[in-house]
């Protein structure tokens, strides 16, 4: 079946109009609150964002901050989960909530937090219901909020200055979707080793690291575009040919061959289900300028 709802994996750090950063001031094709907005309702609907604070150890701060960016934009319908345990995650009122939302945005924080408690409760099962269901719906994830979304999600390591066998941790995520491995702040904290890491030992999957203040816009589960002021570096395995990862012991660095690499800017579409880049004609260009 073809999901009808929207998923929004942003890379954190995504523009709150608090001060710009210095990428922000030199790319002309930035815009304030860019990716917040993709969450707001359209103009022919109403809506109500649920934010999930799980993942965060300081769901306060998160509250207020995000309560004082949509001011600024002019939203104001916002409610507030901080689910701290599988009990309240079956609580019929939170389902009640969900099913009434129009979007549903994971916060950032530990992503094995948000899975532990989260996963496999009738909360997920009703934002998965929602998604795969209502054309309306958006689900949205920052920073570990985005990389718990996918099936499969990154836990730990993975950052040396080379591939190591046994370094990295992949765990299950909240399964909201499939066929991606998702890493966040991808850029800035140097994590291009931990992702390929990631897709070496899972070809199947498509990797997924996004820079911040970057969203990857998925809609019927396999249309792509990148939006916001960074750049989305897509990793695939599937065209792999020789590599070491079967053979060696733990500790030992991995090779790869023909490991492909997309660079995505704001505005470049792809194609999840194809694995490739999908070009814009003249007339689509000109109208996002």
Do not use: W
Not at 10 to 17: F, L, S
Not at 133 to 154: N, Q, Y
Not at 176 to 200: Q, S
């Amino acid at each position: 079946m073809i999901p009808k709802g929207t998923i929004l994996i942003i890379g954190g750090a995504e523009d709150r109009g608090d001060g710009e950063k210095d990428i922000q001031r030199q790319n002309k094709n930035f815009e304030h609150f860019e990716i917040l907005k993709e969450l707001l309702p359209s103009k022919h609907t109403k809506g109500r964002i649920e934010l999930i604070t799980t993942a965060s150890s300081v769901p306060e701060e998160m509250k207020k901050m995000y309560m004082e960016a949509y001011k600024k934009i002019g939203f104001s319908d916002i409610g507030f989960i901080d689910i701290k345990d599988k009990k309240e995650a079956r609580s019929p009122e939170y389902r009640e909530r969900i099913h009434n939302a129009h979007a549903v945005f994971f916060s950032g924080g530990d992503q094995f937090a948000l899975t532990g408690i989260l996963g496999g409760t009738e909360v997920v099962d009703a934002i998965r219901d929602k998604y795969m269901h209502d054309r309306e719906f958006v689900v949205a994830g920052t920073s570990a909020g985005a990389m718990a979304l996918p099936k499969m999600m990154i836990l730990e390591g993975g950052v040396n200055e080379a591939i190591i066998k046994g370094d990295l941790r992949v765990t299950s995520g909240l399964g909201v979707f499939d066929t991606c491995i998702i890493d966040t702040h991808f850029i800035k904290r140097g994590r291009f080793g931990r992702l390929a890491n990631a897709i070496v030992m899972n070809p199947e999957s498509l990797g997924i690291g996004l820079g911040e203040d970057t969203v990857f816009i998925i809609k019927k589960g396999c249309e792509a575009e990148c939006r916001g002021s960074g750049m989305i570096v897509i990793i695939d395995g599937n065209a792999i040919e020789q590599t070491n990862i079967t053979e060696i012991e733990e500790g030992m660095p991995i090779f790869v061959e023909n490991l492909k690499v997309h660079l995505l800017a704001k505005g470049s579409r792809f194609s999840i289900k194809e694995r490739k880049m999908v070009y814009q004609t003249k007339k689509e260009k000109e109208q996002q300028t």
